[in-house]
């Protein structure tokens, strides 16, 4: 019996062995700089920007944040306390209790990550030059914009050329809305 599974295996090895051995590249040519702006593309946002917003999409997934301010402030959710080391210092107790202020983990975090995504959103709205990734720009900033407002009822605006130092304009929920 081991020598029939000893064979039957043998076989798929030896193929796999083969396969993989012939795969690999014979004649890799280097092309190299000597500094990085020799390689590193100019101009509008890249694929690579865009990809960076919709990573901002998974602080939505998660149990804290955008999850915890939509679930444990409006009673859908109860978070657990089983004893001292479940209750977090408080801070689902806070959030289910409406006692929050500016300061609270939750609220702090997800008021910088949805600003930080709308902002990353209309970097890449405002400077695409292709046309497909101006779009998805525009909608991930439409997208967040909304969740800014839904949580917060303003949303801060600034554009993509406007000065860091500034602070932006904010807009009310009628005006964000409309």
Not at 101 to 113: E, P, S, V
Not at 146 to 164: E, I, K, N, S, T
Request: hydrophobic share 40%; charged share 20%.
């Amino acid at each position: 019996m081991k020598a029939i599974v000893r064979k039957s295996l043998f076989v798929p090895a030896v193929a796999a062995l083969l396969c993989t051995s012939f795969a690999g590249c014979t004649k890799l040519e280097e092309e190299l700089y000597e500094s990085r702006s020799e390689y590193e593309p100019t101009g509008g946002p890249s694929s690579a920007d865009l990809s960076g917003v919709y990573n901002q999409l998974n602080q939505m997934v998660g149990q804290a944040n955008w999850y915890a301010l939509q679930e444990h402030t409006t009673d859908e959710m109860l978070g657990p306390t089983r004893g001292t080391d479940w209750d977090d210092f408080g801070t689902w107790r806070k959030l289910h209790l409406h006692t929050w202020d500016g300061a609270h983990n939750q609220i702090f975090d997800t008021w910088n990550g949805m600003n930080g995504a709308l902002f990353q959103a209309t970097l890449v709205a405002e400077k695409a030059t292709n046309a497909a990734e101006k779009a998805q720009g525009q909608f991930l900033r439409a997208f967040f914009a909304y969740q800014v407002m839904d949580l917060w009822g303003q949303v801060p605006y600034r554009g993509a050329d406007d000065d860091p130092d500034q602070i932006p304009s904010v807009k009310t929920r009628s005006e964000a809305f409309d």
